[in-house]
Each structure stands twice: as structure tokens, then as C-alpha cells.
């Protein structure tokens, strides 16, 4: 079943507690909040008093991407302040299977996360480890992007090992998320589709959420 994460990253910020309360009642399965050190990639976003502010706002599963150059410094205090899943990206990792089981003992999900540009061979070794690989189908940094196809092919070879494997590993797809992409995404095996300007963007949310769950 397809799992709608809603990015916080595209919501109106001078209303955070509205935004996350139509999510909730629009049928999101949780919040994707984008963490970004202006250094990993050229934006600047929050850290983890947002986090725990909308933590108190909802019961969601809150799913914390981590786009930042040393992320072994602050997944302890993302989970202190609310965190379900933490997600880093393999670029930064010297150890990924370290960080992996780091964030694990935690408690936490934990996910990887490739880059436009990386291949996706390098999270073959992974998967089994991992409860979610995230791939960026846009370059990250940025909302409103468009969805890059190159992402399919990854999507689909991620499914054929997971399948091989037998784990129940999620695909999460992260970037220029729409009705049309949606679909692509879906047919190449994710299970996990995030949508910024999709579902804020929209008055009807809750119909977005069905049309990008395949409804």
C-alpha cells in the first residue's frame, strides 16, 4: 500500500499548526521534514526545536531527513525531540552501515538517502540493514523542482533487490511528487511518495492525497 508523506518544507510556515492539521485530516501517513545546513546543500531550513514544535502538534509519523554534512552530530537530538524515522545521506557516510545501526539503537527507523548523481549500486549493500532508502528525484535543496525520470530507473533496480532479498525495505521518492510522477513512481516499486507543493499547494488536499495514492 502507498504511503503519502507530506513536506513540511512546502507548507506556510506562519501557520505551522494549521498546515500540519490539514495534512492530518487530508489522510497524509506523516510529515517529511527536510533538514538542510546551507553547507550539504545551498539552503538554510531548521533544526530540531521545529521538529519538536510540530511533534506537539500531531501524532503522525514524523520522518526527519537529514541533508547536512555531519549528521552523526544530531540524530540523538532529532530523536529527542520527536523523530520516528531519521534518514542521511550516503554521500556523507564514511561508514554507512555504522550510522545505520547509530541510528537504530535509537529506536528510530532508519533510512539512506542517494543523490540525483550517485549510483544506485552504492545502497545495494544496505538494503537489508535499512528501513528505507530514499531516492532524490530532484537535486535537494529546494521545493518545486521537476521530477527527474533517471530516478525510475533506480526505483526499479531498489525493487528487484529488495524483492530478491526478501526484506521489506521502503521506497521513498522525494521530488516534483504530482499526479503524473506519482503514477511512474508507483509502477517502478515505491511504496512511499513525498509531496510538498502537491498537497500545501492545494486547497483540496485530501484529494491530492488519494490521486497520488493511486486511489
Known amino acids: 500500500m502507498t504511503k503519502i508523506f507530506a513536506s513540511i518544507l512546502a507548507a506556510d510556515f506562519r ?70 524515522g531519521v534518514t542521511v545521506h550516503i554521500e556523507v557516510c564514511r561508514d554507512p552501515a555504522a550510522k545505520i545501526e547509530a541510528i537504530r539503537s535509537l529506536h528510530v527507523e532508519a533510512g539512506l538517502s542517494l543523490n540525483p548523481e550517485t549510483p544506485v549500486e552504492s545502497m545495494r549493500p544496505f538494503l537489508s540493514r535499512l528501513d528505507g532508502v530514499l531516492v532524490m528525484s530532484v537535486q535537494p535543496g529546494f521545493g518545486a523542482q521537476a521530477f527527474m525520470p533517471s530516478a525510475l530507473g533506480k526505483i526499479r533496480k531498489l525493487r528487484a533487490w529488495i524483492d530478491e532479498n526478501g526484506s521489506d525495505t521502503h521506497i521513498m521518492v ?42
Open 174 to 215: 522525494d521530488g516534483g511528487i504530482h499526479s503524473d510522477t506519482a503514477k511512474l513512481v508507483r509502477e517502478a516499486g515505491a511504496d512511499v511518495l513525498v509531496a510538498g507543493t502537491a498537497l500545501f499547494g492545494k486547497a483540496e488536499m485530501a484529494e491530492q492525497v488519494r490521486i497520488l495514492k493511486g486511489a
Open 15 to 84: 501557520c505551522l499548526e494549521r498546515e500540519v492539521r490539514r495534512a492530518e485530516e487530508a489522510g497524509a501517513d506523516g510529515l517529511h521534514l527536510d533538514v538542510m545546513d546551507g553547507h550539504f546543500v545551498p539552503n538554510i531550513t531548521f533544526g530540531p526545536m521545529v521538529v519538536a514544535a510540530v511533534r506537539k502538534l500531531t501524532s503522525l509519523y514524523l520522518d526527519v531527513h537529514l541533508m547536512i554534512e555531519e549528521p552523526g552530530r544530531y540524530v540523538d537530538r532529532f530523536v529527542e525531540n520527536g523523530a520516528d
